[in-house]
């Protein structure tokens, strides 16, 4: 087979692994005052969010910062990269969030904010992650 052929195979294959990550973020904002916090996946069903994750964001992060950040977070598993590292989608909002969670962090948000900080995380610390708050994070393939 040709390496054109095997790639579109293969980015065949990665989509349909990937038809559970969302077609849309929300704000912690917006799902804080949803009946029923959710959002549609790819393959338009929904993706629910617990109450008691979406509480604790909100203790980590400032309120002034619930309009930033996105959710669900998108770790996202790469094979360019060295295995078991996970690249976090977003900005600092969501690096922050997951970097408070995984205690890779004790600083405020003011301060991480105005540090350069690496996108990705190690993959015990994604478990660590999606078990504190495993409604609030997809894990995605690419």
Same mark, same amino acid.
């Given at each position: 087979?040709?390496?054109? +052929?095997?790639?579109?195979? *293969? $980015?065949?294959?990665?989509?349909?692994?990937?038809?559970? +990550? !969302?077609?849309?973020?929300? $704000?912690? &904002?917006?799902?804080?005052?949803?009946?029923? !916090?959710?959002? &549609?996946?790819?393959?338009?069903?929904?993706?629910?969010?617990? &109450?008691? @994750? +979406? =509480?604790?964001?909100?203790?980590?992060? #400032?309120?002034?910062? *619930?309009? @930033?950040?996105?959710? !669900?977070?998108?770790?996202?598993?790469?094979?360019?990269?060295?295995?078991?590292? %996970?690249?976090?989608?977003?900005?600092?909002? =969501?690096? %922050?969030?997951?970097?408070?969670?995984?205690?890779?962090?004790?600083?405020?948000?003011?301060? %991480?904010?105005? @540090?350069?900080?690496?996108?990705?995380? *190690?993959? #015990? =610390?994604? %478990?660590?992650?999606?078990? &504190?708050? $495993?409604?609030?994070?997809?894990?995605?393939?690419?």
């Amino acid at each position: 087979m040709s390496d054109k +052929l095997l790639d579109l195979i *293969w $980015s065949l294959d990665i989509e349909t692994i990937n038809d559970h +990550l !969302p077609a849309e973020r929300k $704000s912690l &904002k917006q799902l804080l005052t949803e009946e029923k !916090p959710h959002v &549609k996946t790819k393959k338009n069903k929904n993706h629910f969010m617990r &109450k008691k @994750n +979406l =509480e604790l964001a909100a203790k980590i992060l #400032p309120k002034e910062e *619930w309009e @930033n950040i996105r959710l !669900p977070i998108i770790l996202l598993r790469r094979t360019q990269l060295d295995k078991g590292l %996970f690249s976090v989608s977003g900005g600092v909002c =969501e690096l %922050f969030l997951i970097a408070k969670i995984t205690e890779r962090t004790k600083e405020d948000f003011e301060i %991480f904010k105005m @540090n350069d900080h690496q996108p990705y995380i *190690w993959k #015990p =610390e994604a %478990f660590t992650a999606i078990r &504190k708050m $495993s409604s609030l994070i997809i894990i995605g393939y690419s």
